[in-house]
């Protein structure tokens, strides 16, 4: 485990991004998920990788049978597909939500619609992906998730390392020093220093950040992250902002 | 022979000769009872008059019989038989002996009658000895005479000939005109249906440019012949739009696909092993992800164009929306040496699918950077200027570059679905993003319009503002 968050940031191509990202999510809590999905192949895809991911799932290939393996074991999350045979995937939501079972719920589609997303929050879903989709932006989503679930007291104060975030006042200091941000840069650093530790994607801080759920063309974020990592990270050895290739980013201190 | 029984049987069978010779049977029926009751009436009265006249003088005959002697009144009678004209007399004592008249013989037909009838008669003076019609009634003279008196209606009856025989030929020729009018009008409908359904099979068997003849009078048939060719217009235009669509897809979809799968096969071949294989599967999702988003973009574009999307909308300050999409997007205009600047109103509240409008406006952003980049190294930056406000009754906002426009003639068809034209076939980029633009505007019962931002393109869009609510 020693150095990773170095080989994260500085060596990547000896590293590879794979396993830079297994090794992350090695260091993380074990979930117990469970895939409400009909494709036996996504399904076991999924089984498979989240297993990799350090995680344990179950499979249901049926609404019903979700239901009742969701009624009947405690899971951390759940992931839905909408369509399903027996019973759809936006009433075993519903049906959870009504039994007052508050576990977080990932709804998966193969819709777009405009109203989808929509219905399927509206459900009860907690967030919602469209297929196809990249397996770390679902790992990133429910890991996310996972982590919002968990009773936490309402944190007026984010540090990571020396970089120290106060909610209270807005005001954002590394080592003692003032930094100066504009008001986007701190929502985006709250929200990276609320999920410290963990991947956050570009979509994520797109609909987080900026609250919009549509596809930006280019990688917008990227220059933003940027222009934030140079104002947080200039001029300090340890960098607290990370890349993870082919997923997104991370603040995290290195030695923690 | 066989075509033109056809022909006749081809135009009985059409509706419109059937209809026609219905209307012809009807009016026949009418016209005969008119004319059959003025035939009757005419008749009628000529009789009527005739009777009338002849009851009259049966009555002034009878009372002078009863005041004279026998021999007087045969004189009397016979007096009245010489004047010339149509009356007809016949006096004769109880045993059937003629006295006076101009009557052969008493007429066979009303001998033994008390109330007299039509008679076939001989004047008794007339050497020819023609048989002539009259009617003749009895007149009561005391019982040692018996006394007829009559009337001919020879020329009464030559009058109702004619009259008749004028009714029947007016009647048979109105018959024929009918007939002849139902024909004609069926075979000129026929024709004309016939000319829509020639043009219809042609088209059915593909030939989607023919168009139905109009003939430019205005009728039903002209009016249906427009109709039809206006739906055969969209369903033309919907052809094009399809087939340019798929192609344009086979362009977009197939060549992406196609470098994946060469990337695939290259990174397999290479001979360095499993970095390369790395390098290729890294490769081949970078590409996977960019063909998803043209897919997706081809999904959301054809969703908007069928849907609604009354559940997701909700009221918002445009302005705000704008000004936060255009900030979005002001570090990447600055790290490609362009300006970008933002003037918004305030308060420009509409009812619409808020992310939609913001897929709307970062594609004009990104479009406008994308673009003006490639002129940025002029000597000052080039500005992309994004703008929000009201238009009249319309909330409106634009985006204005500085890049090499687009020519007035192509403005059009740039908004169309999946249409790249020829200059930025080589950009990065889906094709879609003006089109999703378009298609979001529509949806929302606003518009687009290119215009030129001299130089460069300057892209405007109008929505309709929220209702005014308390």
């Not at chain 2, 029984?5 to 029926?29: I, P």
């Amino acid at each position: 485990m020693r150095g990773w968050a170095a080989s994260m940031y500085f060596n990547w191509d000896e590293a590879g991004a794979a396993m830079v990202l297994a090794d992350v999510l090695e260091a993380r809590r074990t979930m117990r998920v469970l895939v409400i999905e009909d494709d036996r192949e996504t399904a076991h895809f999924l089984q498979k990788s989240l297993k990799e991911s350090g995680h344990s799932a179950d499979v249901a290939g049926d609404g019903e049978t979700g239901l009742e393996m969701a009624q009947s074991n405690t899971y951390d999350i759940l992931i839905i597909d909408r369509m399903l045979p027996r019973l759809d995937g936006l009433t075993v939501v519903k049906t959870l939500r009504t039994e007052g079972d508050r576990t977080p719920v990932l709804i998966l589609s193969a819709l777009g619609d405009v109203d989808d997303r929509v219905k399927g929050l509206r459900a009860g879903g907690d967030d919602y992906l469209t297929k196809p989709y990249a397996y770390t932006e679902l790992l990133a989503r429910i890991e996310a998730l996972a982590r919002r679930a968990v009773p936490e007291e309402q944190e007026t104060r984010y540090a990571v390392g020396d970089l120290v975030l106060d909610r209270l006042s807005h005001r954002v200091t590394r080592a003692g020093e003032p930094i100066q941000l504009q008001p986007r840069e701190y929502r985006l650093l709250e929200y990276l220093m609320k999920n410290a530790g963990q991947v956050v994607t570009r979509t994520m801080l797109l609909e987080n950040v900026w609250d919009y759920h549509f596809d930006p063309q280019t990688n917008v974020i990227d220059v933003h992250v940027s222009r934030l990592r140079s104002k947080i990270d200039k001029g300090f050895d340890r960098p607290l902002l990370h890349t993870v290739r082919g997923a997104g980013y991370m603040v995290r201190d290195g030695a923690v | 022979m066989t075509a033109l029984s056809d022909l006749v049987f081809k135009t009985m069978a059409t509706q419109a000769f059937r209809l026609a010779a219905a209307s012809a049977a009807a009016f026949l029926v009418v016209s005969a009872l008119i004319v059959g009751t003025l035939f009757w009436q005419t008749n009628t009265l000529l009789t009527d008059h005739v009777v009338d006249e002849l009851r009259g003088e049966a009555a002034e005959l009878a009372r002078e019989a009863t005041g004279s002697d026998p021999v007087a009144f045969a004189e009397r009678i016979r007096l009245r038989s010489l004047t010339t004209g149509s009356s007809l007399y016949f006096l004769s004592d109880s045993a059937g002996k003629k006295l006076a008249g101009n009557l052969r013989s008493v007429p066979p037909e009303i001998a033994d009658s008390r109330t007299g009838g039509v008679i076939r008669f001989e004047r008794d003076g007339d050497p020819l000895g023609i048989e002539r019609t009259g009617v003749a009634i009895p007149v009561t003279v005391g019982s040692s005479q018996r006394l007829f008196i009559g009337r001919d209606i020879e020329e009464q009856l030559a009058l109702a000939a004619r009259i008749k025989r004028t009714f029947l030929w007016g009647f048979g020729a109105l018959a024929f005109a009918a007939v002849i009018a139902g024909i004609a009008v069926g075979r000129s409908v026929l024709h004309r249906i016939e000319t829509i359904n020639a043009t219809t099979r042609s088209i059915m068997a593909g030939d989607l440019s023919r168009r139905i003849p109009v003939k430019g009078s205005n009728d039903e048939l002209d009016e249906l012949a427009q109709s039809l060719n206006g739906m055969l217009d969209r369903i033309e235009q919907l052809m094009n739009g399809l087939r340019e669509v798929s192609d344009n897809i086979a362009h977009d979809l197939k060549t992406p696909l196609n470098r994946l799968r060469n990337s695939a096969e290259a990174a397999l071949r290479d001979s360095r092993g499993e970095e390369a294989y790395r390098e290729g599967l890294e490769a081949t999702i970078e590409k996977a992800d960019d063909l998803i988003k043209t897919f997706n973009a081809l999904l959301l574009i054809a969703r908007l164009e069928a849907g609604v999307v009354e559940e997701s909308a909700e009221e918002f300050d445009l302005g705000r929306l704008v000004c936060d999409v255009a900030e979005l997007y002001e570090p990447v205009a600055e790290e490609a040496g362009l300006a970008l600047t933002i003037e918004a109103e305030d308060g420009i509240r509409i009812r619409a699918n808020r992310q939609l409008v913001g897929q709307a406006v970062a594609n004009l952003a990104d479009n406008a950077i994308k673009y003006s980049a490639q002129t940025a190294r002029g000597p000052a930056p080039a500005v992309v200027s994004v703008k929000a406000g009201r238009n009249g009754a319309s909330a409106q906002f634009s985006v204005a570059d500085r890049g090499p426009g687009i020519d007035a003639k192509d403005r059009d068809r740039a908004l169309r679905r999946f249409v790249r034209l020829e200059k930025s076939r080589t950009q990065p980029g889906t094709g879609l993003g003006l089109s999703l633009v378009a298609a979001v505007a529509r949806l929302h019962h606003g518009a687009v319009r290119l215009e030129d931002n001299d130089p460069g393109l300057r892209v405007v869009v109008t929505l309709p503002l929220a209702a005014q609510t308390n």
